[in-house]
């Protein structure tokens, strides 16, 4: 079985810390009684404040539904150690399966939202539909993160980055602190 | 000085390999007798085919106009041994700087846009603008990858990965695989 992280609030306009490296993400989405989780590997950091995420999600999974109906959904980094739970809801389909029940995972209550925080992974963002202009055309959902919760360590986790055909890279611990050549003014 | 990479077509379709992880990208952009490269972390696969990427490129970055007026970029993907390159060319506005005298990048011309690609990155995407209804909110475009050019070696290469504040974490060389556990269908 999976630790819970124990998180604390982290502020949502530097969510791109966590977000902008590429890590798969678990998305969770509720509306009425109904959950779903899914993996999400197509997602972009656009603003930093408000705190804005763009995310392509098929119409195919059960979480396009709940998403729409609901507005809102929870972004949950998930840690290496949580690989063969991410590729078994991967390969799974919401509408008749209680994911949280079927892989062994925790549902959360939120702080503003109605979906729920993945409790075992490491961070997790509440997200608020910001613009549904893009999802007829192109699934794209614009989220803004109204709330975070990160864990205090490590810094950086070992996170999943997909390359496709059912393949994951994984971020080393290294890290490489360049801030000295910045510009102050990029230093955000 | 950097090293040329001989890269190879590459199916565009399968672009997500090197972007879905979430690399630092160096975008380069051409209009009339104007060029520009610029640092690119907001970026995500859209889809399969055809082969979409939505891409964040402020209005403050000089290549934003040339990319308006041209209608075409090439999204190059620098392994970590770029990193000084990398930084130097997100703190530095093309306007008035050839950036690829500056910082000793070799352009190469494209097979099917004006943009020139980088000699010395891992992979080279050849990009054609499809939409850009949310350039003017988001800042937003959505580009066809049109042509896709990638080295043979390594099959993972390193990348740079940023995390905000001057700070990078790079992807290790760990791949996991994990296909025999996907259903046929989703190994795309």
């Excluded at 975070?148 to 490489?176: C, N, S, W």
């Amino acid at each position: 079985m999976s630790q819970r992280m124990h998180k604390y609030t982290f502020p949502v306009s530097k969510a791109r810390k966590y977000l902008e490296p590429g890590p798969v993400l678990l998305l969770s989405s509720q509306f009425e009684e109904q959950s779903d989780i899914m993996t999400l590997g197509w997602h972009t950091v656009l603003e930093f404040s408000p705190s804005l995420v763009g995310c392509m999600i098929s119409s195919m999974n059960f979480s396009h539904e709940l998403i729409r109906n609901s507005g809102q959904c929870v972004l949950n980094l998930p840690t290496a150690e949580l690989i063969d739970k991410v590729v078994a809801i991967g390969n799974s389909h919401g509408d008749k399966l209680d994911k949280f029940d079927a892989f062994g995972l925790t549902a959360e209550p939120a702080h503003s939202v109605g979906a729920p925080l993945i409790a075992e992974c490491f961070a997790s963002f509440e997200c608020q539909l910001y613009d549904d202009s893009m999802v007829d055309n192109y699934n794209l959902f614009i989220f803004e993160i109204v709330k975070a919760h990160v864990a205090e360590q490590p810094e950086f986790p070992t996170t999943l980055h997909y390359t496709g055909e059912g393949r994951f890279t994984i971020m080393g611990d290294k890290m490489l602190d360049k801030s000295k050549d910045f510009k102050p003014e990029m230093l955000i």
